[in-house]
């Protein structure tokens, strides 16, 4: 299982010298084996993977954690959506009150952008995922809702022999008392439960979460907190500010790393990462 990061910044895309090296395209990252390739999230991050598409390949599948722009606005940018012939899949999680297609068709469409889903020439299927259990080629795949506004699912991606959890807009410690005890009530935990690889929301210092609490995202303290609970291997903390430059970055992971000397690997995404976990 190749797992490759193309974009790992929250809310926002950013540009510049400041976010070079951790990366200013919002979430997207690419697993791959045996000719078959996921696509997690298609934010700003997508349009890179333009020049890293598989020759010969017939079939892609993007899965959407949500629906929000960071999330899905690299979609009307991704070449495999005008290729006639192309077999793209979309899954995203099922709302109560609209469809999948109706809710991607907000974006999709003028005025927010020139292409109608509906004349899109690939082959396009949509699925609609809620706590699922799927399969896609080689992988095996769970969807689960996690905390964040809106409709949101978080992934675990398996193949035999390794697994991949993904979720990068979260926040496991929503409650009177932070992340509680009790595992089977924490969000997100059987998803990432012995994983070999976690990408996990950690877009505030424990200082900033005090007053964003409530908005869906999660302290870098809270989510290693999360990840020892699950007993994770390795977890790469995204999903980070738009607004913090690589050396606020660095220096916000010296802090956590000074008063959190956990035994896992941990470290901060970098756009253009890649792992092979087998």
Known sequence: MKIKLWGVRGSVTTTGPETAFYG??????????????LVFDGGSGLQKLNADHQPGAKRIDILLSHLHLDHIQGLGFFKALFEPGMDVHIWGPVSSSQTLHTRLSRYLSPPLFPVLIRDLPCKLSLHEIANSKFSIGPFSIQSSYVIHPGPTVGFRVGNGKSVFTYIPDHEPALGEKGI???????????????????????????????????WG?????DAALFASMAGVKHVMFAHHDPFRTDDQLNEMFAVYKSENPYPFKNELAREGVEVNLD
């Open 24 to 37: 200013g395209n919002s979430s997207c990252v690419d697993v791959r084996e045996d000719g078959w390739q």
């Open 217 to 221: 995202h999660s302290s870098i303290n």
């Open 180 to 214: 509680i005890p009790d595992t089977k009530w924490i969000s997100g935990y059987d998803l990432a439960a012995g994983a070999d690889l976690l990408l996990h929301d950690a877009q505030y210092t424990a200082a900033e979460y005090k007053a964003k609490k409530g």
